[in-house]
Nanobody, 117 residues
């Protein structure tokens, strides 16, 4: 019903920056929150950042002070600005629309971020 399309991933050197975008097919204002998750091979998918409908943000401790989540409701788009990237940030990054109430949300296809020299 809702499509989420990520973009902006790629290969960067340690210390570099990337900005990921997540474009939704309908208004993101109706969602409980918009999230960025990431998953590396052999590891569980983990929450990286969340922005709520009231624009409250939370971050994983591993990315706090380096990553910033933001949104543009008029463009139905969520962003993840990633600075000071480290090799351990390498993963597939997924956009997620949270519906709340323990309901299954919507997922994007993911975009690969590789941090390597």
């Amino acid at each position: 019903q809702v499509q989420l399309v990520e973009s902006g991933g790629g290969l960067v050197q340690p210390g570099g920056s990337l900005r990921l975008s997540c474009a939704a097919s309908r208004s993101i204002f109706s969602f409980n929150a918009m999230d960025w998750y990431r998953q590396a091979p052999g590891k569980q998918r983990e929450l990286v950042a969340r922005i709520t409908g009231s624009s409250t943000t939370i971050y994983a401790t591993s990315v706090k002070d380096r990553f910033t989540i933001s949104k543009d409701n008029a463009k139905n788009t969520v962003y993840l600005q990633m600075n000071s990237l480290k090799p351990e940030d390498t993963a597939v990054y997924y956009c997620h629309a949270d519906l709340g109430s323990f309901r299954q949300g919507y997922w994007g296809q993911g975009t690969q971020v590789t941090v390597s020299s």
